[in-house]
């Protein structure tokens, strides 16, 4: 049993493992929808760990957490731990656009919303030899023509310059109308600022004729970025010190000025290919260039081959991020493949991932993955896909995934994360824990 500890929203498995019950806690809400948190017990002198995942309703959960921690702090408490198996926003760390510059906000696709629909296709396809090149290939400067179409200058006989496209003037523009009805700008006449007429121009500003301000195909809106707000709200709340496992970017450890324990799940994910007979005749995989360190880790600490989904990002519309092609390297036929990947959202990506593997001769297709985050209709996609299993870990609730999808098979983190705060509480490494070879 471990001594003036308190853990707040912990499982039955981690206080179990810590010998100690679970600290009782109320959590409510007025009619407002604000959240109310009561502490149970007396925290006062000892070391509290506050056990909260960023899935389900994530920012409710986050301002509970926010709450919890502050309460705690200001009720005397030595230490406040959070310990986050999924982080919140990890996603939105410090890129706040996908590589084709749009919004990671996704937007929900209306034709796979229902079973029975989804096609799992890349599209445009994987190339092929002798195949068209494709639509997405050849749009990279598509825009940046239209563009130039849209502004394209031509210079009179005098040298003067003026805009093709039509004028439309807005009323902000009028306000900056010139006697003769132009608009000023910049003299981009080769005859100086008075022209070759001899005529003055208005300080040497030749007036040219701006086309309307429109967003652009392309166009970046601007999309907060929130992971130092929420490093910094954990920090301001009073949090001591963070857990968490498998974070998206590990760089954002960087954005706590308080330590951060960032646990690997691969390791429970290596132990669980270990035991499958012949796995050494297996191939690892990465879905995606992003994942391929966490994939090949895997792959060398079992002396397996490794093989890379590349997901090529030209779609043809800003927003369409099933616009990307996947292109396989590696070989996988007759094998059977293990998809590693830190987590699973819309699980676009691992169900496209296997019908690529399969129609590349893979024999069977088994997805690992940390987080099984699997949100809208991520559990029917799966069941309709070319995915034999996916095992997932706890670090999100799986109860009720797991009644709806016979492929699922559910891996317990409580141990783990109660042998980390035990290690955290006793001040020994937690490093050592997670060595790897
Ligand atoms: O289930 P899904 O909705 O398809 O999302 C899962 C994918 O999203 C994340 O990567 P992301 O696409 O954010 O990009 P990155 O790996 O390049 O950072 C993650 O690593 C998965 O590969």
């Not at 009323?171 to 132009?182: M, V």
Request: proline letters at 5%; hydrophobic letters at 35%; a positive charge.
């Amino acid at each position: 049993m471990v001594r003036n500890i308190v853990v707040l929203g912990g499982s039955k498995q981690i206080c179990d493992h810590l010998g100690i019950p679970p600290a009782k806690r109320l959590l409510s809400k007025f009619a407002v929808g604000e959240t109310r948190v009561e502490i149970g017990e007396s925290v006062r002198g000892k070391d509290v760990f506050i056990v909260q995942s960023g899935a389900g309703k994530v920012n409710d959960n986050l301002m509970e957490l926010l709450i919890c921690i502050s309460a705690c702090r200001t009720a005397s408490a030595k230490r406040v731990t959070a310990v986050l198996p999924l982080f919140p926003y990890s996603r939105q760390s410090d890129v706040p656009y996908n590589k084709t510059g749009a919004p990671l906000v996704k937007a929900p696709t209306q034709t796979h919303s229902r079973q029975g629909t989804f096609t799992f296709e890349s599209v445009p396809q994987t190339p092929h030899p002798g195949q068209q090149a494709s639509v997405g290939l050849t749009n990279g400067t598509a825009s940046l023509d239209k563009q130039l179409e849209r502004i394209k200058l031509t210079q009179d006989r005098n040298g003067t310059a003026h805009a093709i496209s039509p004028i439309k003037r807005s009323n902000t523009l009028d306000s900056q109308k010139s006697e003769n009805g132009g608009y000023f700008g910049t003299n981009f006449g080769t005859n100086g600022a008075n022209g070759t007429d001899g005529s003055n121009h208005n300080n040497g500003r030749v007036p040219i004729k701006l086309p309307p301000f429109e967003p652009q195909p392309g166009y970046k809106q601007w999309v907060a970025q929130a992971g130092t707000l929420i490093a910094d709200l954990l920090t301001c709340a009073g949090a001591d010190h963070v857990i968490t496992m498998d974070l998206h970017d590990p760089q954002y450890q960087g954005f706590f000025d308080i330590p951060v324990d960032n646990l690997y799940g691969r390791h429970m994910l290596r132990k669980y290919i270990q035991l499958i007979p012949n796995h050494q005749h297996a191939v690892i995989v990465s879905p995606d260039a992003g994942g391929a360190k966490r994939a090949t880790a895997i792959a060398d600490a079992l002396g397996m081959p490794f093989a890379l989904i590349h997901k090529e990002r030209r779609p043809t519309q800003i927003n369409d991020r099933q616009n990307a092609t996947m292109m396989l390297v590696g070989e996988v036929r007759d094998r059977q493949c293990f998809l590693i990947d830190d987590l699973a959202d819309t699980s676009n990506t691992i169900t496209r991932a296997a019908k690529l593997l399969k129609k590349e001769g893979a024999r069977n297709v088994v997805a690992l993955i940390t987080h099984g985050i699997l949100s809208g209709d991520a559990i029917e996609r799966i069941n309709a896909s070319a995915l034999d299993k996916v095992v997932v870990t706890n670090t999100v609730p799986q109860e009720d995934h797991k009644k709806r999808c016979s492929k699922l098979e559910v891996l317990d983190v409580g141990k783990v994360f109660a042998e980390a705060i035990r290690r955290v509480h006793h001040g020994e490494s937690i490093s050592v824990l997670f060595d790897y070879n």
